[in-house]
Structure formats: C-alpha cells, structure tokens
C-alpha cells in the first residue's frame, strides 16, 4: 500500500494509518494481543482452504447480503471453528454433511464462534454461511461514493478497501490474517449496465430474470485475505500487454485517455519486475482501479486489481505537475512490485509489514530510476529519506522490526520507519553487497516462499549466502533496533600521498532517551573529493577507526548518501569541504546540507556552519539543492512562530529564495528538467509563506488573468499558483476558491481548490475552513487532508476544532484515523503549553489507542520547544552578523 499521510512527494502500498505512527521481532512471531483488541491470532486447529462468496449489494447501496462456502482443514480436531468477522449478522450455517452449528460472537474480538456438537475431525470441510454487511461511506470494507460526472450526472459507485488490519473481515467471515493464505472465488449480483472488476478476469456473465447481472470471476491464487478486491460502477476502460499479461485502467467515466500515463508506468514495471524477480507475474492480468477522490493513503495492492486514488493515477494535462507525474510513476512502481513482495510473498505477520513496504519503496526507486533518470529519483528520495531520519531520531521511534499486539501498534506500524527507514536500509545493503549479490538473494528468496509466508530471517539467510562479506549483522543491526548512527570524522590528515582519516561510531538523536549509546555495524564509504577511489569500512563503536585514503585533500563521507547514517566532521574537516561544495557531485552537495541542518538543529554543531552552506548556494544549483533549502527555511518559519526576530529571519529566507525564483522565471521553459519545474512551484509557495508581497502580486495576477492569457500559468505552476492564493486568500479569495470547488465536475480540480482553501492564514478564515470539515462542502475522504493542511499552519486552533468537536469529526474519518487525530494535528505545535491539554483529551477521549501516537506527538512538540529556545539565538545571531551579505536588492 502507498502511504502519503506524512509524505507528499511519493504514495505507498499498503497503508491503513492516520497521521503518524509504531521491541524486537526478528523471529517474526507475535506476541498475542489483550483481550479485546480483535488483533489476536486464531486458534490454530484449523486453516482456510477456499472461499466461495456470492455477494449482493442492497438497492440503495447501504448493505449487502451474501452466502459464503468456507472450505477449511482442520489440524487438530476441535469442536469450534473460530473465524473472524466484523459488523456482519450471521442468519444460517451448516456444514456441507448436515450439521448445524450454534453461532455466537464475540464483537470485540472481531470473533465468529461456529460450535458443534461433536469435534470435528481431521482432514477437509465445507461450512455454508449465509450473512449481511454494511456498505458505508467510510473507506474500509465495503464502501460506497456518489460521483458527479462530467456531463452533470451523478452515479454510484462501490469499492473495497480490506487492507490491512481487521478489515476483511467486514465483508466475510474469514480467516482475517497473513498467514492464512487460501484460494478466492466471487461472485457478485449488480444492477444492469454496471461493470463490475476484481482480482482475476470475468469467468461468467449472465442477465437474471430481475435485469440484474451476475458476474463469477475465475479463481484467485493462493493469497491473504487482506488482497481479495472487487469494484462496481460505470467505468472507463483502457488497456494494453506486458508480455501476455493483460493491464488495465479502470476510471469513472470521461478520464480514461488520463489513465494512459499510469497503463505505461504499469507495463514498464511489470517487464522489469518479471526479469528482476526471476519469477514471471503470475495472473492472467493486471487492472488499476481508479477512485474517484483523495484519502490518508495513495493505493492499495490488490492483486490483479490495484486501488488508487485518483491524485496517484491519473494525469490530467490541464492540472497535473512535474511532481504528480513522478508520484504516479513511483505509486505504479511501488503497488506493482508488491505483486511479487507482499502478494506472491507475504510477511507472516505484522511484525514484518517492513518486507511488503520497505521493500516495495525501495524497487519503486529502482525501476523509476531505470526508466526515468533523467528525474534523479535517487536525490529527490532524500525527502523521504530526511523525514524517516526525523522521526528515528526520538525517543517515540520504533525499529523497522517491532511485535504488533494491538490495533494501534498495526495501524501505527505504517509510517515513515517501515516504508522509509526500510527502504534506505535495503538500498545501503544492497551498495554493501553488489547489485548483482543482492539480486541473486532476492531471486532466491521469492522461489522459495512463492505462494507463501516468510520472516525477516529467511531473507538474510539468502543473503547470506550470496554475499561476498559478511551482511546477516549488519542487517540485524539496522532492522531490530531503533535510532540513527553518528559517524564522527575525529581527524583527516595528509600523510605522504595518502590521507589518515580517523572516525567512529556513535548516535544521533534529538531528545534524550534517543541519544542513548547504541552500536551499529555501519559500513562507512568515504573518499578524497576530486579523486574516484573509494575506501569501504564497516565502523562499530567508540573505539577509533582508522582508514586509508588514495590522495590527500578534503574529505566526504557516505558517498551518494547511500548509507542510513548521519556524519559529523571536526571543524577542520568541515572547513575544508565548505571551501570545495563547488566540486561535489550534486547528491554529496544534499547530503551535507542534510546533515548540517540535522545537526544544528539538534545542536550537535553551531547552526553558523549550515548557515555559511545556504549562504554560498549559487541560484544555478541543481534543483534538490533548492528543494532541500524550501524545507529547511519552512522548519525555521515554523519554529519563529512569535518571535520577535521572526522577520529578520523571514527577509534572508526571502532574500535567498527570490534569487532562485528569479533564476527560474514563473513560466517553464522549452526542455528543462522536471526537478527544476518541481523548484520553482515551491519556490513560489515558499515565497507566498513568507509573505513575499512581490510573488503575492504576482500569484494573483497570473491566477486571475489566465482565462484571458492561458500563457500566465504552465501547466506544472497551476498547483502551486493556486495554493499560493490560498495563502494570501481574504473573505472573498476564499469564496471563490470554495466556489470553484463546488462548481468543478473534476474530483481532481474540486480538491485542488478545496486544499487551497485550507491554506488560508486568517484565524477567522480558518475557523470558517474548519467548520466546513463537518459539511457536504468537503468530501468525507478528503476531510482528514484538510485537518493536516490547515494544521501545518494553525496546529492549536485545528486542535482546539478537533477536540472541541470530536464525536462530529471522527464520524468523517475512517476508523483507523480516529484514535490518532488530535494528537496528529497537535504534533506542529511549537510551544509545549498544548501537551496537557493534549494528554488530558487522549487520557479522556482515547485511552490506550492514543499511547503511541501522544508519544510521538509529545516528542515533536517538545524539540520544536527546545529549538525555539535553545537554536535560534544561534540563527538570529548569525542573521545580524552577515547582514551586509544578504540585504542588498531588498
């Protein structure tokens, strides 16, 4: 599944969260659940075999009604058959020789209990259940949306989201865990003239006296429930062939031609992805399922029939910017490579969710850098990168492998430390081993678990083998346990014509328990700038470590940012890399000014040091350079929130970004690079943040004028332009972006606007934005974006909303999204005096679902706190010293 709750610049597999998120678990094996928590393992005695459903949604698509064939083994002979279901009623059951079972429930377990009267022996059974479910707005399980198309009409649509945790089990009675993998057969009644797609092609379609149809698809493989998928709508179809895979792309009427772009990402991943893996995809075909609207994540795997949203499909050229083109392709890459890892192979537990996501983030890079490198997905990665280093470096992180007990533990268990954390530690393993060592494992792996369930162990196993250096502890080292390793440069001396360089490993962390000593086996890639020798040395502890480099100069540490670590240099050191930036190659360049933010900002180093880095970016940079620099100046601004120097700061920040954004120009031009027109929009939006008056003119201009002149504003500004009038938007601005909203028959655009609006500054404003979450204005999905939105701005207002109206508002969120929303949108708060308001509201309202999140909320509060007070009289101090620097052309 693609996560984009905390990203904004790639979607995910998989994902059932909210807002943030998840001591050791290398055995992959689970400890059970309380009580209560409906996340506990079944028995055991029995294992699925085959479903047969045959579902039928309901006339007014609020309910369904279906007959289940459960063919199962048992194991051990057992008088009870447990099986797990949700919100289901159960009418009838019987096994197929006659024997009527007493069904009772056990709701909080998420439990159906089938008893009989004599134990059940070993070997093959059927057990026929008849049953009723929901159909509910909400995305999980069944759920349904009303569309307006384009030509004015509305029509309904159904979807499933059954992933991940404890949602399958609202469609059926069913065996609800990973590791209970069994072979599907569907069959759906639908009103005439509907299209109706799953996992497998259509088998048989036949009119029922009623005008109905119904509609049997072929059998699934052997899989997880949480993968089982169906639509039903009037849709637009395109297709075409990978091999003799049939891909297809499912939209709601009128958008098909949008979805061509994605068909090709599709068939590009699946060619790679076949020679890659070694194991051909295995179904007959591939769809992409399009929804109509925007929720907390970007798609969902499905087997033979992925799920998007929209934002992460389809391209509309009139809409779509250089940043939505690589989010479809990296979304495509990513939900197709979880064919293989994830469905093909699926982690046996939850514990192990990092094996379908860490590893789906990282092949989704891979295969966009293959088929597109002219994007240097690799450089852009370093937001994800960045934000995964963030959140790894506080108390309230969690290591990539971590027991799931409890339903927050799973929701939480997809964030940044699973998809992100895990994917650059797979990236650096394989730089560690080879390519082609790597491959050869990953290969080895997949034809052994095929069809199957696998640990964490299994894989290094395979690596193991493969290798050429010993890898299964570095690999531990980096997966069961938490944090981020420090590499200290202690000295870098000429010796001869060689160069002595003196480091060790140590910690970093931004509050106290994460700057607690740990030991990794790190390895270390390190090399004299201006040569192309590179020395490898995996690095553990305190104890110095001496390595030998060809020639003498300055030197730069973790070479391409390939390794999950961060480097401090001594001063002298650090001096000598400031004076040769020039010469570094562009992803070296990003990854000092990274690590120099990070460590001045967790007060490590003097934030002078990274100050004198932006001071001397040229506006010719290559543009991630500017794209780090846009995110930077937006966590000082942040943190500045009521400072007395807060416009000193904001005028350098002005100063530095309108030197770029003059660079650029407003307009793209004829064969730039996508990163440079991806720049120059959040250049623009940094600008507007700021209060620039300059780019608010122009903004405006450009936004009103271009019915008239379709010249003001390219296609890859439209986004930015739009959100930077939001920014700046009065009373009536934010009328007509409501307007627009409301007026617009494109999902797409009508959400464009509606985030827009979001962005307003106003506190009555924003109160007017936030009431309207509660109304028919804003979609139900779209409501937990808005929250965020207006949040990253007005973060106690939006908590104040949230809390004061909390029964109102979780009734708008999915499930999952609830028990994390106020601590989500307190988390950008920068003043500690929100936290007991905070814990008393979770302690009330939430209880122990929001332990993890208040954790992680209190923790961001609380060093945005710290570096209010403790960092920027650094800033500030700096700013006056180097006035005369930066105020010229003012």
Not at 714 to 742: F, P, T
Request: proline share 4%.
């Amino acid at each position: 599944m693609t996560q984009t709750l905390l990203r904004r610049a790639r979607a995910e597999a998989c994902a059932c969260l909210v807002f943030v998120c998840l001591l050791f678990a290398g055995s992959g094996q689970a400890a059970g659940s309380a009580s209560g928590d409906g996340l506990e393992r079944l028995p055991g005695d029995t294992r699925p075999l085959h479903y047969l459903i045959s579902a039928r949604p309901n006339k007014d698509n609020t309910g369904f009604s279906a007959k289940a064939t459960l063919r199962f083994e048992v194991v051990t002979p057992t008088a009870q058959v447990v099986v797990n279901s949700r919100d289901l009623t159960i009418s009838k059951a019987q096994l197929k020789n006659g024997a009527t079972p007493k069904v009772s429930t056990d709701p909080a377990r998420h439990r159906t209990i089938f008893s009989f009267e004599k134990p059940l022996t070993r070997g093959q059974h059927e057990l026929e259940v008849e049953y009723t479910g929901l159909i509910t707005e909400n995305i999980e399980g069944v759920f349904r949306v009303e569309q307006q198309s384009r030509d004015g009409k509305r029509q309904q649509m159904l979807f499933t989201h059954l992933c991940c945790i404890g949602t399958a089990r609202k469609f059926a009675p069913l065996w609800d865990q990973p590791d209970q993998k069994a072979v599907f057969e569907l069959e759906l009644t639908v009103p005439a003239g509907l299209d109706a797609v799953s996992n497998t092609p259509v088998a048989k379609r036949e009119t029922l006296p009623s005008g109905e149809s119904k509609v049997r698809f072929e059998p699934s493989p052997r899989m997880s429930s949480y993968l089982l998928f169906f639509a039903v709508g009037k849709f637009d179809h395109i297709s075409g062939k990978a091999g003799d895979t049939e891909v297809g792309v499912y939209t709601q009427p009128g958008k098909g031609d949008q979805g061509r772009f994605a068909l090709q990402a599709t068939v590009d991943s699946l060619n790679l992805y076949n020679e890659y893996f070694g194991v051909d995809y295995p179904l007959k075909k591939l769809d992409s399922i399009a929804f109509p609207g925007a929720g907390g994540f970007g798609a969902m795997e499905n087997w033979g029939a992925i799920f998007y949203f929209e934002p992460y499909l389809l391209i509309d050229p009139k809409l779509a910017t250089q940043r939505n083109r690589q989010d479809v392709y990296v979304v495509v890459a990513h939900e197709v490579s979880h064919q293989w890892f994830g469905n093909l192979v699926t982690m046996k537990w939850w514990d192990d969710l990092w094996l379908n996501e860490g590893f789906a983030t990282w092949m989704a890079s891979k295969a966009t850098d293959h088929y597109k490198p002219e994007w240097n997905v690799w450089r852009m990665d370093s937001e994800s990168r960045e934000q995964a280093m963030r959140l790894d470096a506080r108390d309230s992180t969690h290591p990539i492998i971590r027991p799931v007990r409890t339903y927050e533990e799973a929701e939480l268990a997809f964030d940044e430390i699973t998809y992100e954390k895990g994917n650059q530690v797979i990236r650096m393993i394989e730089a560690y081993v080879g390519e082609d060592a790597f491959r050869k494992a990953i290969r080895a792996h997949v034809k052994k678990h095929a069809y199957d369930n696998a640990i964490t162990d299994d894989l290094w196993r395979e690596l193991e083998i493969t290798s050429p250096f010993p890898v299964s502890d570095i690999a531990r080292d980096f997966t069961v346990q938490e944090g981020v390793p420090l590499i200290d440069v202690i000295s870098s001396k000429c010796v001869g014509d060689k160069t002595a360089l003196s480091v060790r490993q140590s910690r970093f962390g931004l509050d106290g328990t994460s700057k607690q000593a740990k030991e990794w086996r790190v390895p270390v890639t390190a090399t004299v700038v201006g040569t192309n020798k590179v020395a490898r040395q995996v690095v553990r502890g305190s104890a110095p470590a001496n390595i030998t480099l060809e020639g003498c100069g300055p030197v730069k540490v973790n070479l391409g940012e390939a390794g999950y670590y961060r480097t401090r240099y001594d001063s002298a050191s650090f001096a000598q890399l400031d004076k040769s930036f020039g010469k570094l190659p562009a992803q070296d360049q990003l990854g000092l000014m990274n690590d120099s933010f990070n460590l001045a900002e967790g007060g490590y180093t003097p934030f002078a040091g990274y100050l004198n880095l932006v001071l001397n970016v040229p506006v010719s940079a290559d543009p991630v350079l500017w794209l780090h620099l846009t995110r930077s100046m937006r966590v000082l601004d942040r943190v500045y929130q009521g400072r007395a120097d807060h416009e000193q700061f904001r005028a350098f920040a002005r100063w530095k970004a309108s030197g770029a954004l003059r660079q650029l120009g407003w307009v793209e031009r004829a064969n730039e690079s996508a990163n440079v027109s991806i720049a120059r929009a959040e250049l623009v939006e940094l600008l507007v943040s700021l209060r620039d008056p300059a780019t608010q003119k122009e903004a405006l201009r450009r936004f009103h004028g271009v019915d008239a002149d379709p010249s003001l504003i390219s296609g890859g500004m439209r986004q930015a332009i739009v959100n930077a009038v939001g920014m700046s938007a009065d009373a009536k601005m934010l009328d007509e972006l409501l307007a627009r909203a409301a007026k617009s028959t494109d999902s797409a655009e009508s959400q464009m606007y509606l985030l827009a609006a979001a962005r307003v500054q106003d506190p009555v404003l924003v109160k007017r934005v936030l009431d309207l979450t509660l109304t028919d204005a804003i979609p139900a999905p779209l409501v937990g974006n808005m929250l965020r939105q207006v949040a990253e701005s007005h973060s106690v207002s939006t908590f104040d909303f949230v809390t004061s109206k909390y029964e109102s508002v979780g009734a708008r969120l999915e499930s999952f999204a609830r028990v994390g929303v106020a601590q989500g949108v307190a988390s950008n708060a920068v003043d500690v005096s929100v936290l007991p308001r905070l814990e008393k509201f979770v302690a009330e309202k939430v209880g122990d679902a929001g332990r993890e999140s208040l954790k992680r909320a209190r923790s961001m509060v609380t060093f945005s706190d710290e570096v209010r007070r403790e960092r920027l009289p650094e800033v500030d101090a700096w700013l006056r010293a180097h006035a005369a620097a930066w105020t010229v052309q003012q």
